[in-house]
């Protein structure tokens, strides 16, 4: 079974460019995450999906970032314009249920770099 | 917010030590606690999900016991190996409102060999 794919696995950009990130969950799984970790600190939810819905946005900043899941399947996590504060790991999880209970699984991350 | 604490932030022990780290959380409304173990560039993968009090979990020679009355959980190690050198974080989950998931920063364990 194919793990959660992300992509790109390193991006470096120039402050008040855009960048965007790919997701693709394990197949059959409802529930997609997007996580920020910040150097030294705990992954940090920005926006949780259950199938395309997203069902809790409360902190993903919204004047920069933007979430899409579509057909319910991968997801996209955009920033722009993207600041020097934004230079972190971006995880993606999914889950095949719904419910806080459930296992997630990870993918390898985006580590972005803004100079 | 919700408080998950996670206690060292990061220790060395020598290779055939065992070792244990602590995980706190608020004690009221307790729906689940997860652990995750992080190897350096690897994707963070699940160890245990606990949802009752008392709850028990092991995993080969890892193992985890939940207290939620208190609002602890603990970590065990037994016999540590290079290979157990990594980032252990614990994830508390809550009743009511929005259910989401609230990480701890992490244990950083470095086994010696």
Redesign the interface.
Known sequence: EA??VQSPRYKIIEKKQPVAFWCNPISGHNTL?W?LQNL??????LI?YENEEA??D?QLPKDRFSAERLKGVDSTLKIQPAELGDSAVY?C?SSPGV???????????TRLLVL | ILNVEQSPQSLHVQEGDSTNFTCSFPSSNFYALHWYRWETAKSPEALFVMTLNGDEKKKGQISATLNTKEGYSYLYIKGSQPEDSATYLCAFSGRGGYQKVTFGIGTKLQVIP
């Open positions: 793990g959660v995450y996580y030294g600190q705990g992954p940090e939810l949780r069902v809790d409360s995880l999880a419910g806080v209970q459930e296992t997630q699984y990870f993918g390898p991350g």
